[in-house]
Antibody
Framework: VQLVESGGGLVQPGGSLRLSCTAS????????MNWVRQAPGKGLEWVSY????????HYADSVKGRFTISRDNAKNSLYLQMHGLRDDDTAVYYC??????????????WGQGTTVTVS | EVVLTQSPGTLPLSPGERATLSCRAS???????LTWYQQKPGQAPRLLIY???TRATGIPDRFSGSGSGTDFTLTISKLEPEDFAVYYC??????????FGQGTKLEIK
């Protein structure tokens, strides 16, 4: 069971970036997925959620209107399209699998993270 | 929005000692909604406990969770060297999904 993020990098304020997360070792289409970020030296902040079928999507207020989560179950992939990037979006971005039994239990598998630097 | 406050911010203890970490919610939440994670430097978070007291797969039984309402506790009965890390509590908040506490750093005394 593995999640591997990619797509991070250095971007100027106001710029855009698209993060990807590739899943392996489990049936990706059966799991809700999330993006969680962590600014340097700070705690964890949930960013976005997408249900198995993409029917339900939620965003943190801090990214609403700027970020778009999506998934391609045929490619076992999760995405985060980020526009209008700001300095405070600088963080390690993790993709994380939702616990299958119940949405409110949290996240049981995490990727290693990809670093986004806005400067 | 429910705010989670963890205490203490830093907890200095020695291997073999018992650790008690607190997570207090600004309003009552279902114990089903309370989750604990461990994070070591340079690593992703690791799920420890969900539904306040259910250990995740592969988590040693020295880790236990308890609590209800607004007060939740993560207890590590006898600290091993690999347990020194930052611990986060998290709660499910409906459409706001998940909020995290600010973390407790468990450090070697």
């Amino acid at each position: 069971v593995q999640l591997v993020e990619s797509g991070g990098g250095l971007v100027q304020p106001g710029g855009s970036l698209r993060l990807s997360c590739t899943a392996s070792g489990f049936t990706f289409s059966s799991y809700n997925m999330n993006w969680v970020r962590q600014a340097p030296g700070k705690g964890l902040e949930w960013v976005s959620y997408i249900s198995t079928s993409s029917r339900t999507i939620h965003y943190a207020d801090s990214v609403k209107g700027r970020f778009t989560i999506s998934r391609d179950n045929a490619k076992n992939s999760l995405y985060l399209q980020m526009h209008g990037l700001r300095d405070d979006d600088t963080a390690v971005y993790y993709c994380a699998r939702g616990i299958a039994v119940a949405i409110y239990y949290g996240m049981d598998v995490w990727g290693q993270g990809t670093t986004v630097t806005v400067s | 929005e429910v705010v989670l406050t963890q205490s203490p911010g830093t907890l200095p203890l020695s291997p073999g000692e018992r650790a008690t970490l607190s997570c207090r919610a600004s309003q009552s939440i279902s114990s089903a909604y309370l989750t604990w994670y461990q994070q070591k430097p340079g690593q992703a978070p690791r799920l420890l406990i969900y539904a306040a007291s259910t250990r995740a797969t592969g988590i040693p039984d020295r880790f236990s969770g308890s609590g209800s309402g607004t007060d939740f506790t993560l207890t590590i009965s006898k600290l091993e060297p690999e347990d020194f890390a930052v611990y986060y509590c998290q709660q499910y908040g409906g459409s706001l999904m998940y909020t995290f506490g600010q973390g407790t750093k468990l450090e070697i005394k």
